[in-house]
């Protein structure tokens, strides 16, 4: 076997703003093996949750991910109201799904961003996260925090989006749409990103059905699966769009399934304005007060991909068990495909690829370390081996 | 001038340790760097390793896996080391601190100069943070 | 449709069946048919795997195998009940790649045994909670828990 170089990327890299430990075993430049290792961000949420009451759980799982804080609780909701039977009014269906379109919208701009930043090309970084700047005002003005919205509840959503404010919100997306053609047409048209993207990262169609990615990345691959059209939810059977897929299934075609998607939120967000209005103001709660027996799933689309929640209540106050799968659980299991057998240079932009969010998939530890033919020593030999040199070392003392 | 405040006389240079956090405040933080806050006008620099560092700067509930880790990037600090604890999770533990895997908030594992509460701090409570910790020294 | 297709294919081993609606449907299956109707359900049919739940209840260890069958939106949870003495069952990650990581989970905080899985190391998150003790069973209890 040839020699292999351990490359460690984090725990606390400078690259990532999360803590989390690749390993990357290299060959010269090409990389053999990837491994990583997490538990640097392991909450127990899902215990937490069986000690929290359903009303608390909602502030709970948006703290699983800053990012994308709307689709956790928006998947909780869902399945609460599965176990209750309830269905939501129209004008709380259009809000949820206004906060969660925009949610896409600001992280698309943030991946872009990052994205950028991965491949060392900072000016995409700061243009993607000046524009995602009106967005957040957005959140502030309609929920009134930048991030950790507090708006959802079982039954419907906590505020109300007030009618003499569709205008303002309708005037900064027009203003989000001209930012978002000037940075598509940027990137799009950049021979510099086509060069270090186009390529790269390769996922096929079997890779995806295999490990069960799912969102943006198996979209990119040409997997026609996005649970808004698939399971429809709150206002989303309401409206008009499309998913929008690539076939390449490389870096490129991920950013562009990102970008485009970010048109068609823009597009949803406007047509569920215009429900609005037509919907009377202030109702938008539908009173819960006795969660049953009984179990339920929920699914909605973060993003990154599907989040899927499965609630099972006795009956009391609060959830028995509450399992949570964010999309980048099966997500980051694709790294093992994409990176290997490229330079050390493209490592990092095609682990950035799926947009893992490390905080999403750690509510719960999970380490990984796959037998694989390319493995220099198993666990125990490694322990073994560093064993026998802290002996030599201290014989040497 | 003390020999505090003749270290910290020039600009001050950021290593970023997020701990078992929701990625609210990391994000935050990286928003200080970007052009509506711009927080590198004042020559702050987010910087790669902690030895290059003046002020670490914490967020997140610290749980039984880092705890280690942070204790490890306190020690290789070079001294003095101005610590700044951020978010709800990083001042106390948050939403968070009930986990079975909580290992105590920032300030009971390594010495806090300045604490930003807030979930998250918007940046501009971090900047103002950062400024009260000139201003302290 | 899909289901009836599986119902006749799998007729004993599937024990009991639940449609709460169209799209959410749960099949209580005997844990030795876990392989063939999971080969069966992912080879010929296309469902995607989305996760599994484990469940700690006073029936025993209870595991939801949640599947997606995307052109309907439908969720199909195989639910298997396993012994509460000693938990174990079939490992699915020699076939797919997917549940790798979600029966090292499960195996990690519930203690349930996932027979010939590739690679069932005790790698769980250190220094979080001590070997041998598994948090998300019922029994568990936690420092604050001991000293209250």
């Given at each position: 076997m040839s020699k292999q170089t351990l490359i460690p990327v984090g725990p606390y890299h400078p690259l990532q703003e999360e803590p989390e430990l690749f390993k990357l075993y290299c060959d010269g430049e090409i990389v053999k093996d990837v491994k990583w290792e997490t538990g640097y961000n392991h909450r127990g949420i899902e215990k937490l949750a069986e000690k929290k009451s359903y009303d608390e759980v909602f502030f709970l799982?948006?703290?699983?991910?800053?990012?994308?804080?709307t689709s956790h609780p928006f998947a909780f909701a869902n399945s609460v109201e599965e176990i209750v039977g309830v269905e939501i009014t129209n004008r709380a269906k259009y809000i949820r799904t206004i906060i969660g379109e925009l949610e896409r919208i600001h992280s698309h701009l943030l991946w872009v961003g990052l994205a950028g930043h991965f491949l060392g090309y900072n000016t995409v970084f700061m243009w993607a996260w000046k524009y995602r700047e009106p967005v957040l005002d957005l959140f502030e003005m309609i929920t009134g925090n930048r991030n950790s919205y507090a708006m959802f509840k079982v039954g419907g959503v906590r505020r109300d989006i007030e009618n003499q404010k569709i205008p303002a919100i309708e005037g900064v997306l027009s203003l989000v749409k001209k930012k978002t053609d000037l940075l598509v047409g940027a990137i799009m048209d950049d021979p510099v990103i086509h060069a270090r993207t186009k390529g790269v990262g390769v996922l096929t169609r079997q890779d995806i059905l295999d490990f069960?990615?799912?969102g943006p990345t198996a979209r990119a691959?040409?997997?026609d699966i996005d649970v808004r059209r698939d399971d429809p939810y709150a206002?989303?059977?309401?409206?008009n769009w499309k998913v929008i897929t690539a076939e390449a299934g490389d870096v490129f075609a991920k950013a562009e399934v990102r970008l485009l998607e970010m048109y068609e939120s823009i597009s949803i967000i406007e047509q569920c304005l215009s429900g609005l209005k037509k919907e009377k103001e202030g109702d938008v709660d539908v009173k819960v007060k006795h969660i049953p027996e009984g179990y339920g799933t929920g699914r909605t689309e973060a993003p990154r991909g599907e989040v899927f929640h499965f609630v099972v209540s006795d009956g009391s106050n609060s959830p028995a068990r509450h399992k949570i799968r964010a999309p980048s659980y099966t997500n980051i299991a694709t790294f093992k495909k994409s990176c290997v057998g490229q330079s050390i240079s493209d490592a990092t932009i095609s682990l950035a690829a799926v947009d893992p969010c490390y905080c999403c998939t750690e509510r719960l530890a999970v380490a990984i370390d796959r037998q694989s033919g390319h493995r220099i020593m198993n666990a125990k030999e490694i322990i073994s081996h560093s064993a026998s040199i802290t002996d030599k070392l201290l014989q040497h003392e | 001038m003390g020999f505090k405040s003749y270290c910290f006389k020039k600009s001050l240079w950021l290593f970023h340790f997020g701990g078992a956090s929701c990625n609210n405040c990391d994000i935050e933080i990286l928003d200080c760097l970007t052009p509506r806050y711009d927080l590198e006008r004042f020559g702050m620099l987010l910087v790669g390793s902690i030895r290059h560092a003046d002020v670490l700067l914490v967020n997140g509930s610290i749980n039984k896996k880092d705890k280690p880790r942070l204790l490890e990037i306190y020690e290789q600090a070079p001294k003095p080391v101005l610590v700044v604890a951020i978010g709800a999770c990083g001042c106390t533990g948050g939403i968070f601190a009930e986990g079975n895997t909580f290992a105590g908030p920032v300030d009971k594992i390594i010495p806090v100069d300045v604490y930003i509460p807030g979930c998250p701090p918007k940046p501009e409570a971090i900047l103002a943070g950062i400024v009260k910790l000139l201003g302290k020294n | 449709m899909v289901l009836n297709e599986l119902q006749k294919t799998f007729a004993k081993e599937i024990l009991d069946s639940e449609a709460r609606s169209e799209r959410r449907v749960t099949l209580?299956?005997?844990?030795?048919a876990l392989i063939p109707i999971s080969v069966h359900l992912f080879r010929e049919l296309g469902f995607r795997f989305i996760i599994a739940s484990a469940l700690h209840t006073k029936k025993g260890f209870e595991i939801y195998y949640h599947y997606s069958y995307d052109s309907t939106g439908l969720v199909l949870n195989l639910h298997v009940i396993l012994d509460q003495k000693k938990p174990e069952i079939e490992s699915l990650s020699n076939m797919f790649e997917a549940t790798n990581w979600i029966e090292r989970e499960m195996?990690?905080?519930?203690?349930?045994?996932?027979?010939?899985?590739?690679?069932?190391?005790?790698?769980l998150s250190e220094g979080n909670w001590a070997t041998g003790e598994y948090p998300y069973r019922k029994t568990f209890k936690s420092?604050?828990?001991?000293?209250a």
């Amino acid at each position: 076997m040839s020699k292999q170089t351990l490359i460690p990327v984090g725990p606390y890299h400078p690259l990532q703003e999360e803590p989390e430990l690749f390993k990357l075993y290299c060959d010269g430049e090409i990389v053999k093996d990837v491994k990583w290792e997490t538990g640097y961000n392991h909450r127990g949420i899902e215990k937490l949750a069986e000690k929290k009451s359903y009303d608390e759980v909602f502030f709970l799982v948006e703290r699983i991910c800053g990012i994308c804080s709307t689709s956790h609780p928006f998947a909780f909701a869902n399945s609460v109201e599965e176990i209750v039977g309830v269905e939501i009014t129209n004008r709380a269906k259009y809000i949820r799904t206004i906060i969660g379109e925009l949610e896409r919208i600001h992280s698309h701009l943030l991946w872009v961003g990052l994205a950028g930043h991965f491949l060392g090309y900072n000016t995409v970084f700061m243009w993607a996260w000046k524009y995602r700047e009106p967005v957040l005002d957005l959140f502030e003005m309609i929920t009134g925090n930048r991030n950790s919205y507090a708006m959802f509840k079982v039954g419907g959503v906590r505020r109300d989006i007030e009618n003499q404010k569709i205008p303002a919100i309708e005037g900064v997306l027009s203003l989000v749409k001209k930012k978002t053609d000037l940075l598509v047409g940027a990137i799009m048209d950049d021979p510099v990103i086509h060069a270090r993207t186009k390529g790269v990262g390769v996922l096929t169609r079997q890779d995806i059905l295999d490990f069960a990615a799912v969102g943006p990345t198996a979209r990119a691959s040409g997997v026609d699966i996005d649970v808004r059209r698939d399971d429809p939810y709150a206002a989303y059977p309401l409206v008009n769009w499309k998913v929008i897929t690539a076939e390449a299934g490389d870096v490129f075609a991920k950013a562009e399934v990102r970008l485009l998607e970010m048109y068609e939120s823009i597009s949803i967000i406007e047509q569920c304005l215009s429900g609005l209005k037509k919907e009377k103001e202030g109702d938008v709660d539908v009173k819960v007060k006795h969660i049953p027996e009984g179990y339920g799933t929920g699914r909605t689309e973060a993003p990154r991909g599907e989040v899927f929640h499965f609630v099972v209540s006795d009956g009391s106050n609060s959830p028995a068990r509450h399992k949570i799968r964010a999309p980048s659980y099966t997500n980051i299991a694709t790294f093992k495909k994409s990176c290997v057998g490229q330079s050390i240079s493209d490592a990092t932009i095609s682990l950035a690829a799926v947009d893992p969010c490390y905080c999403c998939t750690e509510r719960l530890a999970v380490a990984i370390d796959r037998q694989s033919g390319h493995r220099i020593m198993n666990a125990k030999e490694i322990i073994s081996h560093s064993a026998s040199i802290t002996d030599k070392l201290l014989q040497h003392e | 001038m003390g020999f505090k405040s003749y270290c910290f006389k020039k600009s001050l240079w950021l290593f970023h340790f997020g701990g078992a956090s929701c990625n609210n405040c990391d994000i935050e933080i990286l928003d200080c760097l970007t052009p509506r806050y711009d927080l590198e006008r004042f020559g702050m620099l987010l910087v790669g390793s902690i030895r290059h560092a003046d002020v670490l700067l914490v967020n997140g509930s610290i749980n039984k896996k880092d705890k280690p880790r942070l204790l490890e990037i306190y020690e290789q600090a070079p001294k003095p080391v101005l610590v700044v604890a951020i978010g709800a999770c990083g001042c106390t533990g948050g939403i968070f601190a009930e986990g079975n895997t909580f290992a105590g908030p920032v300030d009971k594992i390594i010495p806090v100069d300045v604490y930003i509460p807030g979930c998250p701090p918007k940046p501009e409570a971090i900047l103002a943070g950062i400024v009260k910790l000139l201003g302290k020294n | 449709m899909v289901l009836n297709e599986l119902q006749k294919t799998f007729a004993k081993e599937i024990l009991d069946s639940e449609a709460r609606s169209e799209r959410r449907v749960t099949l209580r299956i005997d844990p030795a048919a876990l392989i063939p109707i999971s080969v069966h359900l992912f080879r010929e049919l296309g469902f995607r795997f989305i996760i599994a739940s484990a469940l700690h209840t006073k029936k025993g260890f209870e595991i939801y195998y949640h599947y997606s069958y995307d052109s309907t939106g439908l969720v199909l949870n195989l639910h298997v009940i396993l012994d509460q003495k000693k938990p174990e069952i079939e490992s699915l990650s020699n076939m797919f790649e997917a549940t790798n990581w979600i029966e090292r989970e499960m195996h990690e905080l519930f203690g349930i045994n996932f027979l010939n899985h590739p690679n069932l190391e005790q790698l769980l998150s250190e220094g979080n909670w001590a070997t041998g003790e598994y948090p998300y069973r019922k029994t568990f209890k936690s420092n604050e828990d001991v000293q209250a």
